[in-house]
């Protein structure tokens, strides 16, 4: 009974401040809309030039199809010579495909052109992606030249995509933008929590109370947890009804490494909160704890490149509560499986979870005592 009061105060605090129910509640939902359209590995309206300094029908018909192609936009034709460097120097492009007569190799060489692509490097993911596309319009419209002659490729590997059939990054980003934003909304909760009892000269009020030490942890937690499962509902109902990511598995999956993500992440928090002195410290220290956490979990870039660049950081990926509730999500989302699927993950952040519960409570009892 002592411990609901607890609770109820903590959350009468929260909502006694209506400018912080609009951060709690409102801000995830703008910026999951907001986010959802922004962070996308999709790549679409690449500005292009085209030089064609070939007279082939050929040439016109692979840039028709360029210009046709929502994947690009063609800003610039020019049948003359250009400084193909100084054009992507000045930034107004991200490529510059050129069209020359062939020297005449092989049967239909006469009628084909080389095409030379050159791409601005400077943002690496995009340019791939971007070359690749042109490859792939130039290869479509070679195989249909050759099938009007009666002639196949003899081998060509074909993609059967599972899951994710339209390739929408967006079904992928979305769920992983609910974790991030659950772990921002509940760790700045926490992290504030006893630094803002001391700054306030409340925190030996609580300690004379008969509360004991556990049921002080346990309440200074338990509204964080209901304002982050609360805010989850919320962006699982944005990122299904806005961007029509289908939901494939169980919501009580979902709740369930939910919590057990909290256990571990709070408890995380509250050692925070107890280490720092003022809430400025608490703000640098959840800060720099959300760009690590983000970074190492998969969410922007594959952990196989870390694994492959920098193999000793690899340990951190594995200590990250995160990358395993993202990975869970999507398994729900996207593939639709069980815990028979996942259960390494859940036994993992099970593991962090109750580590880092211990560690933050061993560390809480200490803070009282000082």
Same mark, same amino acid.
């Given at each position: 009974m002592r411990l609901f009061y607890l609770v109820k105060k903590e959350i009468l605090e929260v909502v006694r401040q209506r400018e912080l129910l609009v951060l709690l509640f409102l801000a995830p939902l703008i910026q999951i809309i907001i986010l959802g359209y922004v962070i996308t590995t999709d790549i679409k309206n690449v500005p292009v030039e085209v030089v064609n300094l070939s007279n082939s029908r050929a040439a016109a018909e692979i840039l028709g199809r360029l210009q046709a192609s929502p994947l690009f936009r063609v800003v610039k034709v020019s049948d003359r010579p250009e400084q193909a460097e100084e054009v992507l120097r000045r930034g107004k492009?991200?490529? $510059? $495909?050129?069209? !020359?007569?062939?020297?005449g190799r092989g049967r239909f060489a006469w009628t084909l052109p080389e095409v030379h692509i050159l791409m601005d490097g400077i943002d690496a993911n995009s340019s791939q992606i971007a070359a690749g596309y042109v490859n792939g319009i130039i290869k479509e419209y070679l195989q249909e030249k050759l099938r009007r002659v009666g002639l196949e490729i003899p081998a060509e590997a074909k993609a059967l995509i599972r899951y994710n059939p339209r390739l929408r990054s967006i079904n @992928?980003?979305?769920?992983?933008?609910v974790a991030l934003l659950l772990t921002v909304l509940?760790?700045?909760? @926490?992290a504030f929590s006893f $630094?803002?009892?001391r700054e306030q000269h409340t925190m030996d009020t609580l300690l004379m109370s008969r509360l004991k030490p556990i049921e002080i942890f346990v309440g200074k937690a338990m509204p964080a947890v209901?304002?982050?499962?609360l805010d989850m509902v919320l962006g699982i109902a944005v990122v299904i009804l806005w961007f029509r990511i289908p939901l !494939?598995?169980?919501v009580l999956y979902l709740f369930l490494a939910s919590l057990l993500y909290l256990a571990a992440i709070l408890s995380y928090a509250l050692i925070i909160?107890? =280490? =720092? $002195?003022?809430?400025?410290?608490?703000?640098?220290? @959840?800060?720099f704890s959300l760009v690590l956490f983000l970074l190492l979990s998969g969410f922007l870039t594959p952990l196989e490149s870390i694994r492959v660049r920098a193999p000793a950081l690899m340990v951190l990926t594995e200590v990250n509560p995160l990358r395993y509730l993202i990975k869970i999500i999507r398994e729900i989302f996207l593939k639709g499986n069980g815990p028979g699927f996942f259960w390494r993950d859940l036994a993992a952040l099970a593991g962090i979870a109750a580590?880092? @519960?211990?560690?933050?409570?061993?560390? *809480? %009892?200490? *803070?009282?005592? %000082?």
């Open positions: 492009v991200r490529a $510059v $495909v050129e069209f !020359r007569d062939s020297p @992928t980003m979305g769920p992983g933008i509940s760790m700045f909760i @926490t $630094v803002r009892e209901l304002i982050g499962l !494939r598995g169980s909160s107890t =280490v =720092v $002195v003022n809430q400025s410290q608490a703000m640098f220290f @959840t800060w580590a880092l @519960t211990s560690l933050s409570l061993m560390n *809480f %009892k200490r *803070f009282i005592s %000082k």
